[in-house]
């Protein structure tokens, strides 16, 4: 059984920053999970934002390119999502969760909203 604990989500202007965390509690460990930042705004389907594989590679959407840092720490069994220059078209309930799991739609926790807007 996998949880998963999203925090760090609330309301910012545009051009502000947001920094995201997920903590994994599993029997095995975070560092052999591929791991990924979703979100999903009112009535669309949920998006990949961005992914860190257990070794380090990173990817990101087109659209958070630039603004959006995925790291992660291990030994916390963490991963976190540093948003900078927020947009009014970033407002959305994030969540994270492993990339094998995503993809069985399972294991999501309950997210952290961000919401963009003056």
């Known amino acids: 059984q996998v949880q998963l604990a999203e925090s760090g989500g609330g309301l910012v202007q545009p051009g502000g920053s947001l920094r995201l965390s997920c903590v994994r509690s599993?029997?095995?460990?975070?560092?052999?999970?591929?791991m990924g930042w979703y979100r999903q705004a009112p009535g669309t389907q949920r998006e990949p934002v961005a992914s860190?594989?257990?070794?380090?590679?990173?990817h990101y959407a087109d659209f958070v390119k630039g603004r959006f840092t995925i790291s992660r720490d291990n030994a916390q069994n963490s991963v976190y999502l540093q948003m900078d220059n927020l947009e009014p078209e970033d407002t959305a309930v994030y969540y994270c969760?492993?990339?094998?799991?995503?993809?069985?739609?399972?294991?999501w926790g309950q997210g952290t909203q961000v919401t963009v807007s003056s």
């Open positions: 969760n492993g990339l094998g799991d995503a993809m069985l739609n399972r294991y």
């Open positions: 599993a029997i095995t460990s975070i560092r052999y999970v591929n």
């Open positions: 860190i594989s257990a070794d380090g590679t990173v």
